[in-house]
């Protein structure tokens, strides 16, 4: 577009410096504005205003000169910004690649996870201890007292379970507790699901001292919450 208007500009200027003058006209164009006159005007022009009009055409030839080189330094700007910008692309494409390989393994082992069972029907010669072990279950025999935790109102002893009894199998990290018979916090904050660690009692105690008057009684039903 610039570099028609610039012809324009120029085939203008030459017709004027070649044609002839006329009488005058009475409005004077502002080609800045795009406003020009018409050929019919031009012939009628007087030496004076031609010469005015030649200095307002080279004006705006040569603003359009200057604002096609500022337009092609902007190009030539844009192209060395987007040159960099596939550079920094190429650079970060193998970490890319790393890390959605990351993402995918994780979303495998959290499908995997969600695969797992929530409920377990006993079969005859199971034992906790050994349900526990089950792969699809906890993976280690030792937790299998979150088992017998969770399905206290069934298991009256924890040696004693029977077939076709369905018992829950926890999965998440809960954030309240249900107080037992003969629990304490100590022992609560001891099970693994909550944080494993016994000396960690008094953050479950600090969270719930609008409910526990003394951190050595709690009661039977009292549900507490366990900050995480």
């Not at 018409?38 to 000169?65: F, I, N, P």
């Not at 088992?147 to 369905?166: K, S, T, V």
Request: aromatic residues 10%; glycine residues 6%.
């Amino acid at each position: 577009m610039l570099h028609r208007i610039s012809v324009v500009l120029v085939l203008l200027v030459a017709l004027a410096l070649v044609t002839g003058c006329g009488s005058g006209v009475q409005r004077t164009a502002d080609p800045s504005a795009g406003d020009f006159y018409t050929e019919e005007e031009y012939q009628k022009l007087s030496k004076d205003q031609r010469e005015a009009y030649c200095v307002d055409l080279l004006g705006e030839y040569e603003s359009a000169q200057d604002g096609a080189a500022s337009a092609r330094d902007d190009i030539t700007k844009e192209q060395r910004a987007s040159a960099d910008l596939d550079a920094e692309m190429a650079k970060l494409t193998p970490r890319l690649k790393e890390l959605k390989s990351e993402v995918d393994a994780l979303n495998g082992q959290i499908a995997w996870f969600e695969g797992l069972p929530r409920v377990y029907v006993v079969q005859k010669g199971d034992f906790l201890y050994k349900i526990s072990e089950m792969d699809e279950i906890y993976g280690d025999p030792l937790k299998w007292k979150r088992i017998y935790r969770a399905n206290r109102e069934l298991i009256e002893d924890p040696n004693l379970i029977y077939p076709d009894w369905e018992l829950t199998v926890p999965r998440d990290w809960p954030h309240s507790y249900t107080v037992k018979i003969g629990e304490n916090l100590w022992r609560i904050a001891g099970y693994w699901e909550i944080y494993g660690d016994a000396t960690m009692w008094s953050r479950i105690y600090e969270a719930n001292q609008a409910e526990i008057s003394n951190p050595d009684v709690i009661q039977p039903g009292q549900i507490l919450t366990i900050p995480r």
